[in-house]
C-alpha cells in the first residue's frame, strides 16, 4: 500500500489548506522546504470547513504560519533503533536550522490529531477503542534460572545482557515500589495501550510476575517508569500515542501525575538513576542504525545533561552462571 502523507497548513489569515499524497515527506530542513511545501498545499489542496478530511496517514506536517509553529511525524515503521531519542534530536536539529528561528518546532507524537488540532484547535480528540490488553511477558527459555527476592537477585545463563538477545521483549517497565525497591519487567506490548487499558492495576500485575533484568537501549522500543511512592507515572514510545489514548490513560490513573518522558530510553534510565554505562548504544551503532553525526550529538548531549532520578533506590542485581 505504501505511506501515504498529510500536510495541513493555517494560513496568516486564520483559514486553513489540506493535501496528502501517496509517500511524501514527514519533515521540511528549512525555509525553502516550508515555502514550497506552502506553494503546493495553496496551489493542489482544499480549503477545510470542519474538521480536516486529511487521511489517517502514516506521516505528516503541519504548518501554522499565523503562530509560527511547526509539528511533524512520522509511523514507527522503519525507524531507525533507539527511535524516540532519534525524534527527540530531529526536533532539536530542525528548531535551531536556519529558517525556523523564532518558530515553535516540535515531533507531534500525537500524530495526526495532534497536527489537526494545531491548525483547528478545539477539535474534539477521536474515539478510543475499548478492548482488553493483557500483559504479555517476554521469554525466559533458555536464560532465566532463578530470582532470590530476599537478595533480591536474577539469576541467568551466559550473560548480564542474555535477556536482550534471547527473550525478544519490545517493552521495558520499570517499578519503583512504596519502600523503593526498584524492579523491571520485560513485556511483548506496546506501552500506551497497556497503560490506558491495564491502568494503576498494572503495578501490581506485574508484581505477582516473576522480574527481569534492565534491558539495554536498542532492544526495546517502548517503556515506562512508575513510581508508586510519588504517584508519577512516565512512559516513553515510537508509536503514536492519539490525545484519546492519552485522556484514557490519565482516566485510568486517577491521582497520578502522567506524562511522556523525554528522550525514550536515555529518559527512562535517568528517571531511574541508573547510570548509562553498557546499556546505551555507542555512536558507531547508531551511525549504523542511520542517525547521522548532527543528531548524534545532539542525543549525545542530551545523555550528559538529563536530570537524574532518586538516589537510595534498591535495585535487582543480576548473577551470571554457565558462562559461554
Known sequence: MGCWSAYLVRLEDGSVREWEEKYG??????????????????????????????????QGIALDLARRRYRFYSCALGMPRAGAAHRESMALHLAGSPGWEGWDVAHAWGGDEELRSLVVPGLPPGPVAHYPVEVYVASRDYWFVGWDPEGRTITVRHDESIADTLAGATCLVSVIDADGALTHWQLNNTIAPLLAHQGEFLARTLAAELPYPLAAEGAVAHGAVIDVRT?????????????????????????????RLPWGHLGHLAAIGQP??????????????????????????????????????????VHVVDRW
Open 25 to 58: 515527506r514527514w519533515h521540511l530542513t528549512g525555509a525553502e522546504d516550508r515555502a514550497s511545501l506552502v506553494e503546493r498545499v495553496l496551489g493542489e489542496g482544499r480549503p477545510v470547513v470542519g474538521d480536516p478530511k486529511t487521511a489517517r496517514s502514516c
Open 276 to 317: 548509562p554505562g553498557e546499556l546505551i548504544m555507542t555512536d558507531a551503532e547508531l551511525l549504523d542504525a542511520r542517525w547521522d553525526d548532527e543528531l548524534i550529538t545532539i542525543r549525545n548531549h542530551a545523555r550528559d545533561t538529563l536530570p537524574t532520578g532518586p538516589d537510595g533506590l534498591t535495585a535487582a542485581q
Open 231 to 259: 504517584r508519577r507515572l512516565r512512559y516513553w514510545t515510537t508509536d503514536i500515542v492519539p490525545p484519546g489514548c492519552l485522556a484514557r490513560m490519565r482516566k485510568t490513573w486517577p491521582g497520578w501525575q502522567v506524562e
